[in-house]
């Protein structure tokens, strides 16, 4: 099941820290990377470079992961780790405190880095077609048909038509089975969005496409220029921590900034 990373950039770092580079066509002044599960110090379910300070993890352990990530990736500042609780609140990181109940945040300002994490759901970058504001958004199903990238958009302050987005790494439309409550939240919303899920082996449950998902929301706000949207948490073991397939386990970053 596991699917290459064929149109990224996989970025081997100091410490051996590797990232994964967006591709995508953002401005030169817009930097954002997703972590992998390479680099760090944490061992068993967690190893390595688990980022997540609330998963049992041992905190020294993430927090000289986060000490590493920072040097690794040149940073200007600690990024804004929020506390996300599969909402669709949207901060701003010039203004949130470290640990804020939110699920996306966004700046205006060069060297304000925000970030989410996952190990399963879908990070959401945004930023705008000149580089002078960037955002990022935890979208799991239940943040998704609630509308955080519409939020997230909002808080941006101009046309959906004037952004850009990319779909991070996230659980695959192979293997995001789901009930058929979760098909009816998103289909009650939008109709068409039916086509989204698949019957899967067990009675009354669905295969879930969470990369079209987003895509519809994203279309639907008028942002058309979406890429991203092919690499599977689940099946790459390797590469990325997956929550549906380990239970105990990290979660990846996915930080994007001004310089």
């Known amino acids: 099941m596991r699917k290459p990373m064929t149109g990224n950039t996989l970025d081997l770092l100091a410490d051996g820290v590797r990232v994964l580079r967006p591709d995508w066509p953002a401005p030169a002044a817009v930097q954002a990377a997703v972590t992998t599960r390479y680099g760090g110090v944490s061992q068993g379910a967690y190893a390595s470079m688990n980022l997540g300070t609330h998963v049992g993890d041992d905190p020294q352990a993430v927090a000289a992961n986060r000490r590493v990530l920072r040097h690794a990736l040149s940073l200007p500042e600690e990024p804004v780790w929020l506390r996300q609780v599969h909402g669709t609140d949207v901060v701003m990181a010039e203004a949130a405190a470290q640990d804020a109940a939110a699920d996306a945040a966004y700046s205006a300002q060069p060297g304000r880095v925000c970030v989410v994490m996952t190990a399963d759901c879908l990070p959401v970058f945004f930023c705008d077609r000149t580089g002078t504001r960037v955002a990022v958004a935890h979208a799991g199903w239940r943040g998704l048909v609630s509308g955080v990238l519409e939020a997230t958009i909002r808080h941006m302050g101009v046309p959906a038509g004037e952004l850009l987005a990319w779909l991070g790494p996230a659980i695959g439309p192979l293997a995001f089975e789901v009930g058929g ?6 289909v009650g919303r939008d109709k068409h969005s039916d086509v989204c899920f698949v019957p899967s082996a067990r ?12 895509r519809r929301r994203l279309h639907a706000c008028g942002l058309s220029e979406v890429s991203g949207g092919g690499l599977c948490t689940y099946g790459d073991a390797e590469s990325f921590f997956s929550y ?8 990846m970053a996915s930080l994007i900034w001004l310089v």
């Open 181 to 186: 409550e979760v098909r009816q939240a998103f």
């Open 203 to 214: 009675a009354g449950h669905y295969l879930a496409d969470i990369y079209a998902l987003a």
């Open 244 to 251: 549906r397939r380990d239970g105990d386990c990290g979660r």
